[in-house]
């Protein structure tokens, strides 16, 4: 009798996992629930570190901004680096320098209250207030009058460039023409901000102000912060009063912080998100080969490259430089060892800054010269040249970079490069300190002009970092951010940076591109340069 | 009793202190800084940071502010979450990692226990060499491993549970199962051995002389002093697991303290690692405390002194 229990226990078992095995995978997943319910799930990395757009630095935030905030001019729908009408419903320049934007009419925050010129003029007073402390402040210094209130030259801010000549009508005077300030005004340091808000919990400057926390953010994009829940998810829903609110086609986006790339993926093949930030570098190469209808891959706006310290002996040297340049294989690197549709970076300047621009493509491989340069600077055959360490900070794919260019200066100048990795505080320690000969260096453009990556090389500037400097560039910086002429300026900005390639204080690698994974049905969420996106048109279609 | 109590409460508001001390010391050590961006900001800007976050103090005064700040309980703004207070972090991360960690503990004793008892009670037969195979198997699988293969297994093969996030009722299964596993192992094998030199002892085998029962000896007599190493285990162990394992966390998404324990390292933002930090060293202080008293209660031979 005994093993009849046995058996029907046994049985009974079974049909029990069988049962929860049905149940558990016929569950609708949350992509799907979301697709029903219209919103958006989208992978942000990090936790964003403030909602504040005025104290945020960070790529997390910028997502979050594009979908809270709207500036004077807003990403266009078919293409989310060109331009469209904003908080702004048109503008004029005179001669690229005075700029006249005219608000939206019916323009409101999110509580009801009306949008004004005023809101912009205090916005701009705020992130410029010293004792704010605002990452980002510089970005406005094109503004005229900028930098001298934020160092306390100036102490009125009305002497700074910008008025409200009426409620709907906002006057921005820049120090010389910028023909390219629509596409800054993008940028979130640029956003109006809400004094209402703001002030209701504390003082202009306070950085520690509770005006972010979902009960009282008041905004003006076309979606409002509902829920933030730290480390969580940030949902946003819906902004009635935006003036463009029947073109908004989600109902809401949920922003993940998944900061590993791993568990990204991994979530995203669970169907937990529609869109990745990122994805793991070793898996790129079998999405791209297989062809995965979620893979996606889109050029930035970014460059990676080496700076030398030219403060230090033999890199002072241009011919070095040029010598360490030249044996560089750009191709192979991308080819080989990237694997993920980088462009080897032929100059300074990625492709698509301004169409009538002419990058000077001065950068290639080529070995005999270089052996020829080093020679002439007194290291024939590489004899005598000092140890030296190309500094990155820790990273797995740095390291693998790092290695293959110190293979090439050994293989082709026979010169000993070691690999030094610091964690990020001190790697950015150690290069404001110039205590480093080679270090890996990332920057990405802020605006579309080639003068976001060229005007940091300039003598002095905080950016620039490696010790270099000619009275010439700065010179032809100079007299481009003062000419109107858009061709003329053009010229003087390929003529810079045909000098720049030549001194090289930095030697270009490769030229950035966005790998991340999105599922069919969302339409409407296009490839950026500047990874602006213009939510408003992205829609759900399973 | 009490005696006992009140000086192991002074002893370990000390401890406390002292953990502020070399964690503050440290975190001025590295370099580097609270402002951690490769873009150049403004000199102006970077003052105004500083001295928001009395950066520009000397650092005995610095240190001296920390001390107010939790002697107080009036605690300090986390430098990377803007306008954060550190407690307001730990108060949301906490409770999340205490649920998975609570429930890990509760699965790594419901594992390891019965699975360690089982193994000395047959010494050297295949059962138990099969179940110590088992705990070394889960003792040396780093947690980085073992949590991808249950999120694969269960969550991208079967379906049966998400393979990440924290959203559905059921999201803490696969974290805890993981750390459950882990620690599942230590606890058989301590239970293992402790229980056998126990058996061994002369009054079980009194015990056994009076006639008591097999199962009396064991569960009774035996298993109340095998389970004071186990004990032991579980003060630091539960810290631990209550406040959040950095890498279940982060392969299983979980919003728990682990992840912020990482991050603030990271991030540079000395206040959140000082003030997790805090928080940890107290927690081992009051659960080694309880610890004790437990012991006393279980262990004649122990008496609890001042």
Known sequence: MRWIFRILFLAACLSGIAWFHHVRTHRPTRVEEANRAGILLAGNGSEPATLDPHLASGQPEHLIFHALFEGLIAPAPDNPDGDAPGAAATWTSDHFTVWTFKLQPQGRWSDGTPLTAADFVYSYQRILTAQLGADYASMLYPMLNAEEFHTGKIKDFSQVGVKALDPLTLQITLKGPAPYLPSMLKHYAWFPLPKQAIEKFGKMTDRNTRWTRPANMVCNGPFKLKSWQVNQALEVERNPQYWDATTVKLNGIIFLPISSDTTEELAFNDGQLHVTLTMPLSKIPAYSESKSPYYHNDPLLSVYMYRCNTKKKPFDNPLVRRALALAIDRESITRNILRAGQQPATGLTPPGCNADYKVPNIMRFDPAEARRLLAEAGFPDGKGFPPFDILINTSESHRSLAQAVQAMWKEHLHIPAGVLNQDWGVYLESQRKFDYQIARFGWVGDYLDPSTFLAIWQTGDGNNNTGWGSKRYDELIRQSFLEADSGKRLQLLSEAETLLLNEVPMLPIYWYTHSYLMRPEVKGLLPSLLQHRCYKAVELRP | ?306
């Open chain 2, 1 to 306: 009793m009490i005696r006992f109590i009140v000086s192991r409460i002074v002893q370990g508001i000390i401890v406390i202190f002292a953990v502020i001390t070399i964690t503050f010391t440290l975190s001025k050590m590295v370099p580097g800084g609270a402002v951690r961006n490769e873009r150049f900001i403004t000199e102006e800007a970077r003052k105004a940071q500083d001295e928001y976050y009395g950066l520009n103090k000397p650092w005995i005064v610095q240190l001296g502010l920390q001390f107010k700040h939790y002697a107080t309980l009036d605690l300090p703004e986390s430098y990377h979450y803007k306008g954060r207070g550190v407690d307001e972090i730990i108060a949301s991360g906490f409770p999340i990692s205490a649920a998975v960690g609570g429930a890990a503990l509760l699965i790594a004793l419901a594992v390891g226990v019965p699975l360690g008892a089982y193994a000395a009670l047959r010494p050297n037969t295949l059962e138990d060499r099969t179940s110590t195979v088992a705990a070394t198997l889960g003792i040396c699988t780093p947690s980085m491993v073992l949590g991808p293969l249950i999120a694969l297994l269960f969550g991208l093969k079967l379906r049966w549970f998400n393979a990440s996030g924290w959203f559905d009722a059921s999201d803490w299964v696969l974290p805890a199962l993981t750390l459950g596993i882990i620690y599942s192992a230590y606890i058989a094998r301590l239970t293992r051995g402790s229980l056998r030199e126990t058996l061994a002892q002369e009054f079980i085998r009194t015990a056994r002389a009076k006639g008591a029962s097999e199962s009396s000896v064991v569960f009774l007599h035996a298993m109340k002093l095998a389970c004071l190493p186990v004990l032991n285990f579980l003060g630091p162990a539960a810290a631990g697991l209550l406040t959040g394992s950095f890498i279940v966390e982060t392969v299983f998404q979980l919003p728990g303290l682990g992840q912020f324990f990482i991050s603030a390292a990271t991030n540079g933002d000395h206040q959140l690692t000082i003030a997790i930090s805090v928080f940890y060293a107290a927690l081992i202080v009051s659960f080694n405390l309880l610890v004790d008293i437990l012991q006393a209660a279980l262990n004649p031979r122990i008496r609890l002194q001042a």
